[in-house]
């Protein structure tokens, strides 16, 4: 480990492994069962503590704390955490459970992730989203900022969050949601194009979509649907309705 790319005022416990080129900035502290892999970067003034491993080409800025002394944690490549965010610094009374954010991600500033929670690759959390325990992102949501996602819900893939709402039940994929508390407003068509470049498969989740959530929550038909359509994407789309707890 090349002390060059340390600052003289960061603290670092014995044990914690950092890749010869990572880079600490100034009053870092770094405890000893974290692991920084190969191109991390971190600004001045980071916290982080627990179990922690953190992979390539990350990069935390400014006044960030990551984990605590009983949490396990896991961010993956190339994901950028802004400045004052929080991730898993609340210590439950029973086990911590383990936070994952995969990778390519991009929290913004004052986000705040409790334990349990699982995030997919390509997803944005704005300004001063609040994401409680057991919250699982599935790939490429946005989220808008001042937003909230209550515990235990599930948010699609593709799914975007219009900013300031309060998510008290899962999101199916591919949809606008937005409110307080939030409602599905519709197909985030967008982001369908982008994730489906086939346009049959768009347009069978759009006949899906009409069926199931066009006049309130059909679950029952969701569910033959997820069982008996022959298009994989609107079986996809119809199995997370069914599941749901909307």
Partial sequence: MSHNNIHKTAIIEDGAKIASDVIIGPFC??????????????ESNVILKGKLKID????IFSFCTIGCEKSNIEIGTKTHIREFCQIGTQESKNKNKKITIGSNNFLMGYVQILNGVKMGEYCILTNAVKLYENVKCNEKVIIGGLSTIEA???????????????INHDIPPFTLAEGNKA????????????????????EEIKIIYKKVLGDGIDKKLAKEISQN?????????AAFIASSNM
Avoid: Q
């Fill in 29 to 42: 502290y770094i405890a000893k069962d974290v692991i920084l892999k190969s191109g991390c970067k971190l």
């Fill in 56 to 59: 390539k080409d990350v990069r």
């Fill in 152 to 166: 235990n819900n599930t948010i699609g893939t593709g799914v975007m969050i219009g900013g300031a709402s309060v």
């Fill in 183 to 202: 409602s599905v407003k519709g197909l985030n068509l967008i982001g369908l194009r982008r994730i489906l470049e086939n346009k049959k498969n768009i």
């Fill in 229 to 237: 359509h022959k298009n994989e994407y609107a079986r996809e789309f």
